[in-house]
């Protein structure tokens, strides 16, 4: 019997799986993660921190006014900048951010709830980059990789690499603005003030309001010794204070009510993957099973087994079903496991466990049925 399984059948019971197997890596599985890989992406800077609002180019005065109000929980202020970081193997433009609020880091996007891994000592010039930086630039933690302000080359270690930062197209990454990098970069502008803050409020309605209504920018307010006369810099002056800044403040709900759609589409995706899968899987197996039934020469050599009263018919058909199981329960471990290291995305593993177990247990759902059909097939030649 097994012989002549070997000879007419092992081929198909090997193939057909395992050409199902790439062919759904490609079509679903790989489409599953990318679609979940996606939606966390643009979805995870909007549930894990504690932004309300980004408000442009505060003064001094404004951080100590805005932390000590009742509607606000924090200030995060920080300076921005484009600027070309350099690894040792290649070069990247990226968004680079600077704070001496290191302290409240947690309520920015570079929270804990978003840290993909961390170095566990300090080190002196640390450099948080998120997952699409470390990605482009080919570094990992611990690498250095520097900067050129004016005359000064700053060199950072990457400390810690989080979750892309969406906030900016491609990706940010920050540093602490103190010491020798405060110094430099103070030099080359030395009348920097803030390029923005978050602001992490306690009341989020009282907050808004007053940020529509009075808040001006004022790091962008110009000193009068800037104009050639005082009539100049009072119609600059007036001009400043009577613009409506509004439309430059960031309000972190109404982003993340924009995204829901998207994330909604792409889960629902993801789920249609999987049900596809399910299909495609239950009717490959099941139809090629009743093929290889169906063939003269198979029910020929059992219907002369049958008249010998040959027992092992069924063995036969659950050799089959067993071979099969095997090629599509490590093949779809495999195509998950591949899947999950392609996709440009990154998702967090108890997202990809879930995927991977709920595609195994269908895999081994399909060998169930197979096996049962098998059964079926091989009483139906034994009447």
Not at 284 to 300: A, P, T
Not at 352 to 376: C, H, K, Q, W
Request: charged share 20%; aromatic share 12%; hydrophobic share 45%.
């Amino acid at each position: 019997m097994i012989k002549y399984w070997t000879k007419n059948r092992l081929v198909f019971d090997l193939l057909v799986p395992l050409a199902l197997i790439i062919v759904l890596a490609f079509a679903f599985v790989l489409p599953i993660y990318n679609s979940v890989g996606e939606a966390r992406l643009i979805q995870s800077i909007y549930q894990d921190d504690k932004l309300d609002f980004d408000i442009p180019s505060p003064s001094y005065a404004q951080i100590n006014e805005l932390e000590t109000s009742d509607y606000v929980e924090s200030v995060f202020p920080y300076y921005y900048t484009k600027t070309s970081f350099k690894s040792d193997t290649s070069t990247k433009d990226a968004h680079f951010l600077l704070s001496d609020s290191f302290d409240k880091i947690d309520q920015t996007m570079y929270c804990s709830a978003r840290c993909i891994e961390k170095l566990e000592s300090n080190v002196s010039n640390p450099l948080y980059v998120d997952y699409a930086f470390a990605q482009d630039l080919g570094v990992k933690l611990g690498d250095t990789v520097s900067i050129v302000l004016g005359a000064s080359k700053i060199e950072f270690q990457v400390a810690a690499i989080y979750e892309t930062n969406t906030y900016y197209d491609g990706g940010a990454v920050i540093a602490k603005w103190e010491g020798s990098q405060k110094d430099a970069i103070t030099a080359t502008s030395p009348n920097l003030s803030y390029s923005g803050a978050y602001i992490n409020a306690t009341d989020v309605v009282a907050c808004k309001q007053y940020l529509n209504s009075n808040y001006k920018p004022m790091g962008r307010l110009k000193d009068a010794s800037e104009f050639a006369t005082e009539e100049a810099y009072q119609t600059h002056y007036n001009a400043f204070m009577s613009a409506n800044y509004s439309n430059e403040i960031t309000d972190f709900a109404s982003k993340k009510s924009d995204i829901n759609s998207k994330v909604a589409a792409l889960e629902s995706s993801a789920r249609l993957s999987v049900i596809l899968a399910t299909v495609a899987m239950v009717a490959v197996v099941l139809v090629q099973d009743l093929v290889l039934w169906m063939r003269k020469s198979e029910r020929g050599y059992f219907a002369r087994k049958k008249t010998l009263g040959d027992s092992k018919i069924t063995s036969y058909y659950v050799l089959s079903s067993l071979v099969q199981a095997i090629v599509l329960i490590v093949g779809t471990i495999a195509a998950t496991i591949i899947a999950s290291k392609v996709t440009e995305f990154y998702i967090p593993s108890a997202t990809i466990d879930v995927y991977e177990f709920t595609l195994l247990g269908i895999s081994v759902l399909v060998a169930i049925l197979g096996t049962i059909a098998n059964i079926v097939l091989s009483k139906k030649i034994r009447e």
